[in-house]
T-cell receptor, first 112, second 113 residues
């Protein structure tokens, strides 16, 4: 599976949008982009995933560039509870039973 | 909705003893279980993959005789850390998946003294 690159850490003010970038320049045609987050001492939580179209759900939006070499996770109105480590992962296929390989992720800190 | 539970949530054991961690899928049948461990301030590292009724496949560098994985049913997988040592102290997390669903467990904090 393709490797991803994310900033080590980001800050965001409460109530503002948090935009978390991810580079996956070696992504192949059948690889999806997945986003997870992990709040301290908890299991990872699924956020969203996509192949090439932008996606939105109740938690976030995912914007994938046309060449699919990068993507951005958008939390539209960040709250203090969104403080977590955010992982961008690319994985073959859109099935749920694939092997997820975690990188270092981005530590997002939402401050008042 | 469906969740994955882990038991215990935390455990302290003495060096040389064995510890069993249970991972249960609730309201869905997990055909595949993935086991991860996470050291402080590090990312999750995949240890092994197990399919129900089959032997687990271990990642490179993970000792299969030390980390025994059993996935005898579609709702239960266990990880046994045998002859635990302080360096095995870590956060162990399971992930249950079926064809259309996947859920992570809440994790088990193991401390070996």
């Amino acid at each position: 599976d393709a490797k991803t690159t994310q900033p080590t850490s980001m800050d965001c003010a409460e109530g503002r949008a948090a935009n978390l970038p991810c580079n996956h320049s070696t992504i192949s045609g059948n690889e999806y982009v997945y986003w997870y987050r992990q709040i301290h001492s908890q299991g990872p939580q699924y956020i969203i995933h996509g192949l090439k179209n932008n996606e939105t759900n109740e938690m976030a939006s995912l914007i994938i560039t046309e060449d699919r070499k990068s993507s951005t996770l958008i939390l539209p109105h960040a709250t203090l509870r969104d403080t977590a480590v955010y992982y961008c992962i690319v994985m073959t296929g859109g099935t749920s039973y694939g092997k997820l390989t975690f990188g270092q992720g981005t530590i997002l800190t939402v401050h008042p | 909705g469906a969740v994955v539970s882990q038991h215990p949530s935390w455990v302290i054991c003495k060096s040389g003893t064995s510890v069993k961690i249970e991972c249960r899928s609730l309201d869905f049948q997990a055909t595949t279980m993935f086991w991860y461990r996470q050291f402080p301030k590090q990312s999750l590292m995949l240890m092994a993959t197990s399919n129900e009724g089959s032997k687990a496949t271990y990642e490179q560098g993970v000792e299969k005789d030390k980390f025994l994985i059993n996935h005898a049913s579609l709702t239960l997988s266990t990880l046994t850390v045998t002859s635990a040592h302080p360096e095995d102290s870590s956060f162990y997390i399971c992930r249950g998946t079926s064809l259309h669903e996947q859920y992570f467990g809440p994790g088990t904090r193991l401390t070996v003294t």
